[in-house]
């Protein structure tokens, strides 16, 4: 973004970032004289702070950058995954935790990943990842795209309908079998959003 003179335009948000940015690499500073903490943990919190920090301006560049062909291809991409990861958490919740699906790999047994229990004993479900906390976002992200492609009429149909429907049931199978409280109630912020845009979006139409 930098080389190509796309970084976002000047705003609140990005100077928020900034601001963000900056007194979190004070804290970090704090914490490590603090807590006494030794040099390799500056290298993890530097990646942390890394990662998190470039979010906002990232989201800003997609925002100007991206057109409508990109985030329709993004949608139908979105869906295929979801339908994927469906498929392999069904698998993965009916093997045990100690089935090679759901286990990670390590030089010995007792740094092993294992994932969470389900209330069978088995593995909770994560599809495509590690932990919990990323299919929470990527099924919010594949719910956000099932919803539009309800909303949206025939003649504007950007996702073909096999894969809306489709796609549809392996992201709420994927809920239930996520296990995951908090997804659920993500989830309901996600719907509860979408019906308010709905009525704000025809009231806008009668005006």
Known sequence: ???????????????SAYAFGFISALLIGIQMVIGLYGSRYLII??????????????????????HWEDIQKF????????????????????????????????LDEIHQFRGLPSALNNARPTGFFTSSLGLQMFVNTAMVFV????IETSAE???PKLLHWVGTLAVLGTIGLSQSRGLVFQIV???FAAFIAVLMTRQQSKL
Do not use: C, H
């Open 75 to 106: 949608m139908k991409l979105t869906l295929w995954f979801a339908i994927a990861s469906f498929i392999l958490m069904v698998f993965q919740a009916s093997a045990p935790r100690d089935a090679v699906i759901n286990m990670g790999f390590s």
């Open 157 to 159: 149909r950007s996702i």
């Open 147 to 150: 919803l539009f492609s309800w």
């Open 1 to 15: 973004a930098l080389s190509n003179k796309a970084w976002p335009r000047k705003s609140w948000v990005l100077y």
């Open 45 to 66: 919190a530097g990646y942390g702070w890394y990662m998190y920090f470039f979010y906002i301006p990232m989201s800003l560049i997609i925002a100007e950058q991206f």
């Open 189 to 191: 912020v996600i719907v």
